[in-house]
């Protein structure tokens, strides 16, 4: 096999190269080395951005997997592969990440012995170990059929409904719960975030996140992979993400009003601005857009308002773990070279390994006509079957 | 019987013997050089400021109950009877909720190191479970720190400031800041410009309540969420079941009117 040298392979090596030199200094010297975290500053880029990013880019796979199995809605079905993929994909990179965050990463398994259930963390812990099992088991379908393993299928396909609901419960449970894991620091998080409903904020996020992501991952595969776009359920898709942030901007001045930070937020300062970024970007641009019937329908106008909600959210979580401290901590966090670099890394491998899946395993329908009737006629099976059937 | 810290700002010295106490009791190096280091770190547990010769004390509060202890995973610190909040290294995983959680910033980290500790004042507890003081308190030559039970010592700063009012704030650090903490700081200095939470910004609960109040509902949840979910589910397919199969009479009777 002959590998073709493009430009995004290049970036790609490059990319590796860094992340890996950044490993060798974070394993070979530290924390203190490797990051520009300190004693007032004991969480940067890693907890903000790769984990708290990560496990809310990743809210896909149990949105779509809800939607699908529980609610029944099969039209949407095709997309749930790719969804799962990409959940499980960022819920292992999560877990990759943490190990380069946690000052002793060789006592990982710590929690299942030692148990401190007051601890959201623990919480949190158990859930992402579970629910990445649950994840793992929903794509071990796709794997399965690959090897056409008929045994074991035929139980996870079985197992199908009961994992979902445990999965949707897990997710319920975590997406939360990285926001209740502020709610421990009323005096240091600054009041533009810090509230008791961070919660249901960090949750209903979550979920429009899931499906902004959905929107963007299925635009960029229709590219990348040469694919029809399914534009009928990415409508339906935005159409919901708008009711979404409808409700999410509803509460969340609700909650700035109940607070009486309304006057603050129009105050210039260092916060004001990440604040209002993080509105216009998540709500306000997007709100506005999907607003439009022709922007709402067409495929550029669904893919810029996903994308604008992607990065909208991915400022909350920094802003809740960064930006937000900062006046506490009384300095400016600024991470090193190797923070971006390993988190640059994980993403790039992220890419690398959706690519790799879709090349070698039964993610999308094979077409697109056949899919669609495929879910016509099997409407009246069992949704087991049906899962089974849909897929291929 | 809870025993407790109380360090007494207007009669210290700034002689820094509890920091050289300190840093022998927990096999810590200590020199010129680290007793002129102003701030805490993993090396140096306590630390006597001076701000324009008004003194104050940083060390762990020893909180009642222990934001620190509540985000642990792992259980690794704790809170002990007798007072003190302690540390196993050998539980740590190193995830720093405790130095995020903690409002008066007091875990302190080992960036350097490959195996790093979590490091604080952990209040001496085994000399404290012997019944003998805490090393600084034994070390203060004038009585500014000084180890007792709870009750006893805050009453005696009661006393303090009701006979010397001008000498005082009229504030006790820790009877109920975030409900209230085993050392406690008595000042004639805003506690503020040291580095300590003001007063007014903390809370008189304590900080795990905050999160207790959203975990402790996770038991009925998952229960609750499963059947919720079990059900719509139900739902949603029977509707579907119910819908072909009137659908299949329909057609059995070649009749477009029974829908």
Redesign the interface.
């Known amino acids: 096999m002959k590998i073709k040298l493009t430009f995004w392979r290049v970036v790609f090596v490059i990319i590796l190269i860094l992340g890996a030199w950044g490993t060798v200094v974070r394993?070979?010297?530290?924390?203190?080395?490797a990051t520009n975290?300190?004693?007032?500053f004991?969480?940067g880029i890693w907890i903000g951005f790769d984990v708290l990013c990560g496990v809310m880019l990743a809210a896909g796979g149990f949105t779509l997997t809800?939607a699908v199995?529980?609610?029944?809605i099969k039209r949407w079905h095709a997309i749930v592969r790719p969804t799962v993929l990409t959940a499980f994909l960022g819920y292992v990179l999560v877990c990759v990440a943490l190990m380069f965050?946690?000052?002793?990463?060789y006592?990982?398994w710590?929690?299942l012995i030692?148990?401190?259930?007051?601890?959201?963390?623990?919480?949190v812990?158990y859930c992402v170990m579970l629910y990445t099992t649950v994840l793992a088991l929903e794509f071990s379908q796709i794997v399965l059929e690959k090897f056409k393993l008929e045994k074991p299928l035929k139980f996870i396909r079985g197992a199908l409904?009961p994992l979902v609901?445990?999965g949707?419960?897990l997710s319920?449970?975590h997406q939360?719960?990285l926001g209740?894991?502020y709610?421990?620091?009323?005096?240091?998080l600054h009041p533009f975030w810090y509230s008791?409903l961070l919660?249901v904020f960090f949750f209903l996020s979550a979920i429009a996140v899931g499906l902004a992501m959905t929107i963007f991952e299925s635009s960029i595969s229709s590219k990348v992979f040469h694919r029809q776009l399914e534009l009928p359920i990415l409508q339906e898709l935005g159409r919901v993400l708008y009711i979404v942030l409808w409700v999410y901007f509803v509460l969340r001045l609700e909650d700035l009003v109940n607070r009486g930070e309304m006057h603050s937020i129009f105050v210039p300062g260092y916060e004001m601005y990440f604040f209002w970024l993080e509105i216009l970007l998540a709500l306000i641009a997007p709100m506005i857009l999907l607003s439009i019937r022709s922007v709402r329908n067409s495929p550029g106008g669904l893919y810029l308002s996903a994308v604008l909600v992607v990065l909208g959210f991915i400022t909350n979580r920094l802003n809740v773990s960064i930006t937000g401290?900062e006046s506490w901590s009384g300095l400016h966090y600024v991470p090193k070279w190797t923070e971006y670099s390993i988190t640059a890394a994980i993403i790039a491998v992220g890419f690398a390994l959706f690519g790799l899946a879709v090349k070698y395993l039964p993610i999308f329908p094979e077409e697109k006509e056949h899919g669609t009737v495929a879910t016509h006629e099997s409407?009246?099976e069992?949704?087991s079957v049906f899962v089974a059937n849909a897929g291929n | 019987m809870s025993k407790a810290i109380l360090y007494d700002a207007t009669l210290c010295i700034d002689c820094k013997q509890c920091e050289a106490a300190c840093a022998k009791q927990n096999n810590l190096p200590y020199d010129d050089k680290i007793a002129a280091e102003e701030v805490?770190?993993?090396h140096k547990f306590t630390v006597v400021l001076n701000k324009n010769d008004k003194y104050m004390r940083r060390l762990c509060m020893h909180c009642d109950e222990p934001?620190c202890v509540?985000?642990?995973?792992?259980?690794?610190l704790q809170k002990t009877a007798l007072g003190p909040v302690t540390y196993d290294a050998h539980?740590?995983?190193?995830?720093?909720?405790c130095?995020?959680?903690c409002?008066f910033?007091q875990p302190?980290?080992e960036?350097?190191?490959?195996?790093?500790k979590i490091q604080k004042c952990i209040m001496c507890p085994d000399r404290v479970a012997a019944g003998l003081p805490t090393a600084c308190a034994e070390a203060c030559p004038t009585g500014a720190t000084k180890f007792g039970d709870r009750d006893a010592l805050i009453q005696e700063a009661r006393d303090r400031i009701r006979q010397n009012p001008n000498n005082y704030l009229p504030h006790i650090y820790g009877v109920e800041e975030v409900g209230g903490t085993s050392t406690l700081l008595l000042s004639s200095a805003a506690f503020e410009q040291f580095g300590l939470?003001s007063p007014k910004?903390?809370?008189s609960d304590p900080?795990?309540m905050?999160?207790?109040r959203?975990?402790s509902r996770?038991p009925d949840?998952?229960p609750l969420?499963?059947i919720f979910?079990?059900g719509?589910?139900w739902i949603?397919?029977r509707?579907?079941?119910v819908a072909?199969a009137e659908s299949a009479e329909t057609e059995e009777k070649h009749n477009g009117g029974a829908r």
Request: with cysteine.
């Open positions: 394993f070979t010297q530290g924390l203190g080395a975290l300190s004693d007032q004991p969480w809800a199995y529980i609610l029944n965050d946690l000052g002793r990463p006592n990982i710590h929690p030692m148990r401190n259930p007051h601890s959201v963390m623990f919480e812990a409904i609901i445990v949707v419960i319920t449970l939360s719960s209740t894991l709610l421990i620091m009323p005096t240091k008791p919660p401290i409407a009246v069992p949704a | 805490q770190s993993a934001a509540s985000v642990c995973p792992v259980g690794a539980k740590c995983m190193g995830c720093r909720y130095m995020a959680a409002p910033g302190k980290y960036w350097g190191s490959l195996n790093p939470p910004s903390l809370p900080l795990p905050y999160t207790y959203v975990l996770i949840f998952v969420g499963g979910l079990g719509v589910w949603t397919h509707r579907e079941e072909a």
